[in-house]
């Protein structure tokens, strides 16, 4: 009875009173009933991948969006954990159970000897070494074809579910998870200290945190969170091709990232969600399905900077003048501290600058 009491008054208190969680929460359970109302493949396919590439985003957004550190070969993580997990399973015949864990492992490893070389490089000299650690790592695929697969990859890997709804869930559920956690992440003090570095990294070494340690723990969190979406996407398509390396993946994360908004984890989330099927809708339109796409992407951020959400936020949830607390355009006054939100917001509209 305590539990059920705690939770009506968790939802009645923090996601009835936003418009944006409680769309948040619709949306996560149409997604939980979705194989009840139909059981196309394709649609679960989608569905399913675009899970599994939101958490490759988010995990972009953890590293670049908040840490500031910004990486062009985020690829890089997703395709090493890919080929460790096909590899551990086609050639010591490993389930996925652990050749995923395996290969996010791995991805972490990757991040630190990516990290290390790169922590004395900024802004564009870091973003332009992030973009030769996959380059290189698809050549070496390419000089040892017999191992690696060449261009056609690795392919036969163990299913990830026996059946097609029951890979929707796995995916959906580590998505749900993965994602929930890089929010709690960046919700802490440790995401305090990675958005501080990110504003400001000299004052942040001045008040006596060891910028170099954090650094290095964001590039391994990134790496091991695109790692398991990485080894997930590979037993799910059931293969693992140096396309998982190419410079057009990395930009992807970014795009979903900067069209959801960046520094948010939710929204490379959304972005991913819009974005993914609209290309798969796209594709009855093959001659201009890029065009399209790009145009898309333009648009929106022609009319909203700053992403999707945070313009959602904007306008569904403005803040409280005082306490900066979120309230549901609705609201005469603050949930929080009571103070009359819209009539101040507006005084402030209409005030002369100083």
């Given amino acids: 009875m305590a539990a059920v009491k705690w939770v009506w008054r968790y939802l009645t208190g923090e996601i009835l009173v936003l418009p944006t969680r409680l769309a948040a929460v619709l949306i996560c359970l149409g997604l939980l009933l979705l194989p009840l109302l139909t059981q196309d493949p394709y649609l679960l396919r989608v569905a399913a991948l675009a899970s599994l590439l939101a958490v490759f985003a988010a995990s972009w957004d953890l590293l670049s969006g908040f840490a500031g550190q910004v990486n062009l070969g985020h690829a890089l993580f997703f395709g090493v954990a890919a080929y460790t997990s096909a590899l551990l399973n086609l050639k010591l015949g490993l389930t996925p159970w652990l050749t995923i864990p395996a290969g996010a492992l791995t991805a972490v490893l990757t991040a630190l000897l990516v990290g290390v070389p790169c922590l004395r490089l900024k802004g564009p000299y870091l973003a332009l070494a992030t ?14 074809p017999s191992f690696f697969g060449g261009e056609l990859g690795v392919s036969g890997l163990t299913r990830l579910g026996r059946t097609r709804v029951r890979e929707y869930y796995l995916t959906l559920g580590a998505m749900l998870v993965l994602t929930t956690a890089m929010w709690k992440i960046t919700e802490s003090r440790l995401g305090i200290i990675f958005h501080a570095i990110r504003e400001d990294e000299v004052a942040v070494r001045a008040s006596g945190i060891n ?14 969170f695109a790692g398991l979406a990485g080894g997930m996407y590979a037993h799910f398509l059931r293969i693992a091709g140096p ?3 190419a410079m057009f993946f990395s930009f992807q994360a970014i795009i979903w990232t900067i069209f959801g908004g960046a520094a948010t984890i939710y929204g490379p989330v959304v972005g991913v969600f819009v974005l993914y099927p609209a290309l798969e809708i796209l594709r009855v339109v093959k001659e201009i399905r890029m065009l399209g796409f790009a145009l898309l992407v333009l648009v929106l951020l022609r009319f909203m900077p700053e992403g999707l959400v945070p313009w959602l936020e904007h306008r569904l949830e403005p803040e ?7 309230n549901a355009f609705t609201r005469r006054a603050c949930r929080v501290c009571g103070t009359a939100v819209r009539r101040l917001a507006r005084r402030q509209e209409v005030a002369p600058p100083l």
């Fill in 243 to 245: 396309s998982l390396l």
């Fill in 211 to 224: 910028t170099t340690r954090y650094k290095l723990l964001a590039f391994s969190l990134s790496g091991f």
């Fill in 320 to 326: 409280c003048p005082r306490c900066r607390a979120r």
């Fill in 131 to 144: 973009l030769a650690f996959p380059i290189m790592l698809t050549g070496l695929i390419f000089a040892f």
